[in-house]
């Protein structure tokens, strides 16, 4: 396309600059429903899946029907959703912090109409645009992160596993079934932005090979200082390399103490660890961030590894179907998943689950690692 300048002036870039104004004021969208009754609200309940009403001091009801949402949408996706605010809302709308949509209206005679209008809307394929749930003892939306469409360190895609994790769990998106609500997550590698570490279940990109060194870039690309204090195992040691005839300033990996987290990469474009085979899937469980009964917990990994099979991660679906099933049988009412485990004990989470207990999974990482082990005659054959 042409270019079509907004206005900015290439030439005198500091002029008429605006900056440090912050993000709007969220009060500047409330409906008029939520204005009005902001900290006076009484008590809320569930009316069925996917729908809430909260009733406030004043006697005035807010009723929320929550949808699915892909995360990585299209304008033309975000329009739709405006027109159905518009049509619908008085034109508010607001997103959740995982990623699903809420709509909300102050009457009860708004909202079958509301979840027809959802319940109508397809893409071409046959996927639902705004399946309604989310709420209560279900699977919510998966936390996830940017994968193959924008990141340079994944060892797995995001989107891709989300749309087949969640496929797989549908019907629990919009059900109350498990004796507490679970919470999946999903990081493409082990920066894990987002909720891997403290989710019921999360899946997680994993390398299987060192870093290959570009030696012939390496000192140009990279401070070299700054990968050698990247690496958690102190792999990485500076060296001298001869590359047709010139001496160069590099690396050198001790690959019996790489990991291959990935970490150098992060610092140096020279050090590429990526492999299609190499690289895949590791799933964790057992975390959990509220104060309920127990105290937060981190998620520990049950499944040291499976392969990457795009586009639909058969394996890792499958396996997290059956951890949440054999959960919804086994675990009490508001027991978390991880609750669940540590009072069965995990030698019984990993018979019951049918998983194989490796030595993977056995913590190796300095000092904290010994208090990870059984220091104690307590367990079950
Ligand atoms: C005053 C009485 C006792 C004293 C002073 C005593 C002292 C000790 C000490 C110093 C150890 C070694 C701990 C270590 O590994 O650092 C030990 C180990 C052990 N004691 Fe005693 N003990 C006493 C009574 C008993 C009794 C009555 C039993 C059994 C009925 C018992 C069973 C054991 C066992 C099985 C171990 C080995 C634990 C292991 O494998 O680490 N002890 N005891
Ligand atoms: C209720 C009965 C018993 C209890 C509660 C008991 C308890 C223990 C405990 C706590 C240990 C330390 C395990 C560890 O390393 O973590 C131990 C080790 C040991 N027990 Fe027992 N024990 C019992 C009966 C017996 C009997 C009847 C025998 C022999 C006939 C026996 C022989 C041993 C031996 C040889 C070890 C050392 C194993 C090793 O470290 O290589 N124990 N026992
Ligand atoms: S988890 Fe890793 S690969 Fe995924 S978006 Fe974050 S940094 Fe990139
Ligand atoms: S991948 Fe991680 S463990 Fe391996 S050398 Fe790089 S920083 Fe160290």
């Known amino acids: 396309m042409a270019f079509v300048s907004s206005g900015y002036n290439p030439e005198k870039p500091m002029e008429n600059r605006i900056t440090d104004i912050g993000p709007r004021k969220y009060d500047e969208f409330y409906p008029p429903v939520i204005a009005k009754n902001k900290g006076k609200w009484l008590y809320h309940e569930y009316l069925q899946p996917g729908v809430l009403v909260h009733v406030a001091e004043s006697g005035d009801e807010v009723y929320t029907v929550r949808c699915g949402g892909a995360r990585l949408m299209s304008t033309g996706l975000i329009r739709e959703i405006c027109e159905i605010a518009d049509k619908h809302c008085g034109g508010h709308v607001r997103w959740t912090t995982r990623n699903n949509v809420e709509f909300m209206v102050d009457d009860k005679s708004k909202v079958q109409p509301l979840l027809d209008d959802l319940a109508g809307r397809k893409f071409a394929g046959g996927s639902f645009k705004f399946p309604v749930g989310g709420t209560g003892a279900g699977v919510s939306n998966i936390v996830h992160t940017q994968g193959w469409i924008h990141c340079h360190t994944p060892a797995t895609d995001a989107s891709g596993p989300v749309k087949a994790v969640m496929d797989e769990v549908f019907a629990d998106f919009q059900n109350h079934r498990m004796p507490a609500h679970v919470r999946v997550s999903l990081a493409c590698c082990l920066n894990m932005c987002g909720a891997v570490h403290c989710s019921d279940i999360a899946i997680l990109g994993y390398h299987r090979k060192p870093p290959m060194l570009d030696h012939e870039y390496l000192d140009k690309m990279c401070e070299i200082p700054l990968a050698i204090a990247s690496c958690p195992t102190a792999a990485i040691k500076p060296a001298k390399v001869e590359?047709?005839?010139?001496?160069?300033?590099?690396?050198?990996?001790?690959?019996?103490?790489?990991?291959?987290?990935?970490?150098?990469?992060?610092?140096?474009?020279?050090?590429?660890?990526?492999?299609?085979?190499?690289?895949?899937?590791?799933?964790?469980?057992?975390?959990?961030?509220?104060?309920?009964?127990?105290?937060?917990?981190?998620?520990?990994?049950?499944?040291?590894?499976?392969?990457?099979?795009?586009?639909?991660?058969?394996?890792?679906?499958?396996?997290?179907?059956?951890?949440?099933?054999?959960?919804?049988?086994?675990?009490?009412?508001?027991?978390?998943f991880g609750e669940w485990a540590e009072r069965i004990g995990w030698e019984r989470f990993f018979d019951k689950c049918k998983l194989d207990f490796s030595h993977h999974l056995i913590d190796d990482f300095r000092d904290p690692a010994y208090y990870t082990w059984r220091q104690t005659t307590q367990f079950k054959f």
């Open 243 to 336: 590359i047709g005839g010139q001496k160069l300033n590099s690396v050198a990996v001790n690959n019996d103490r790489c990991m291959y987290c990935g970490n150098c990469y992060t610092m140096c474009p020279s050090m590429p660890l990526a492999d299609t085979e190499g690289d895949g899937i590791v799933i964790m469980a057992g975390g959990k961030v509220s104060n309920r009964i127990t105290a937060p917990k981190f998620s520990k990994v049950v499944v040291a590894f499976i392969p990457n099979e795009a586009p639909r991660w058969p394996t890792t679906a499958k396996t997290i179907k059956n951890m949440i099933e054999v959960y919804a049988a086994d675990a009490r009412k508001y027991e978390r």
